[in-house]
């Protein structure tokens, strides 16, 4: 059974930093990639950050790039997305997912997404 639990969201104060945390169950980084997801209020729900299956590739949004680093932790079986530099358009939830395909989906608002994780909810203040 495939679980993803994410940690690590708060409020900060923009310009300040977050790291959020997803552990991860059931699925393999070797044949999966695991993506970060976030969804601001109104909006629809928009890739971040990913890392091919294997390690292989890792996309950021033009928004995030430079300022937010994923990475993984094969032997915790964590996913990490270091947050830098908050900014207040950064407020939303964060949602971890998990997909077989390749590539992986990060277009759109994660259809392609086999599993999901409930999210941990990121607010930052001016």
């Known amino acids: 059974q495939v679980q993803l639990v994410e940690s690590g969201g708060g409020s900060v104060q923009a310009g300040g930093s977050l790291r959020l945390s997803c552990e991860a169950s059931?699925?393999?980084?070797?044949?999966?990639?695991m993506a970060w997801f976030r969804q601001a209020p109104g909006k629809e729900r928009e890739a971040v950050a990913a890392i091919g299956a294997g390690g292989g590739g890792v996309y950021y949004a033009a928004s995030v790039r430079g300022r937010f680093t994923i990475s993984q932790d094969h032997v915790k079986n964590t996913l990490y997305l270091q947050m830098n530099s908050l900014k207040l358009g950064d407020t939303a939830m964060y949602y971890c997912g998990a997909s077989a395909s390749r590539p992986c989906p990060v277009t759109g608002p994660g259809s392609g997404m086999a599993y999901w994780g409930k999210g941990t909810l990121v607010t930052i203040s001016s």
């Open positions: 059931g699925v393999s980084y070797s044949t999966y990639c």
